[in-house]
C-alpha cells in the first residue's frame, strides 16, 4: 500500500496550486481521504478530508472557502484545489487514509489514519 501526493510547488500570494493524491496497493472506494499540512516545530494540521462513498467533504476553518477537495470519477484519485493562497499555507501537504467515517472533528484529526503518503511541499511566498 503506497500513498502519493504531488502538485506541490511554488506560488505566490494569491495563486492557485492543485494537489493530487494517488494510491497503489488499494481502493479509496471505502475509505476517507484526508490532507494534512505541517511546518517545522508545529503540530500536523488537518486540513480537509473527503468520505469517498458519500462524498462528504470537509474542511479546517483556515482554509474553507478557498480549498475544495475532490475526488476523479474513478475514484483512485484525490484532489486538492487550492486558491487564494496566503504566506500561512506554505507546509509540507501529506495525504492520508483510513478505513472507516466520521465527523469533521474526527476526519480532520491525524490519529485515525493509518495510510499516509510522503509529502509534497508547498512554498506561498509574500
Known amino acids: 500500500v503506497q500513498l502519493q501526493a504531488y502538485g506541490g510547488g511554488f506560488v505566490q500570494a494569491g495563486g492557485s496550486l492543485r494537489l493530487s493524491c494517488a494510491a497503489t496497493?488499494?481502493?479509496?472506494?471505502?475509505?476517507?481521504i484526508g490532507w494534512f499540512r505541517q511546518v517545522p516545530g508545529k503540530e500536523r494540521e488537518g486540513v480537509s478530508s473527503?468520505?469517498?462513498?458519500?462524498?462528504?467533504?470537509y474542511y479546517s476553518d483556515s482554509v474553507k472557502g478557498r480549498f475544495t477537495i475532490s475526488t476523479n470519477s474513478a475514484r483512485d484519485t484525490v484532489n486538492l484545489e487550492m486558491n487564494g493562497l496566503k504566506p500561512e499555507d506554505t507546509a509540507v501537504y501529506y495525504c492520508?487514509?483510513?478505513?472507516?467515517?466520521?465527523?469533521?472533528?474526527?476526519?480532520?484529526?491525524?490519529?485515525?489514519?493509518?495510510?499516509w503518503g510522503k509529502g509534497t511541499l508547498v512554498t506561498v511566498s509574500s
Open positions: 492520508a487514509a483510513f478505513d472507516g467515517f466520521g465527523s469533521a472533528g474526527r476526519v480532520l484529526g491525524a490519529d485515525v489514519y493509518n495510510y
Open positions: 496497493g488499494f481502493y479509496f472506494d471505502d475509505r476517507t
Open positions: 473527503i468520505s469517498i462513498p458519500y462524498g462528504r467533504t
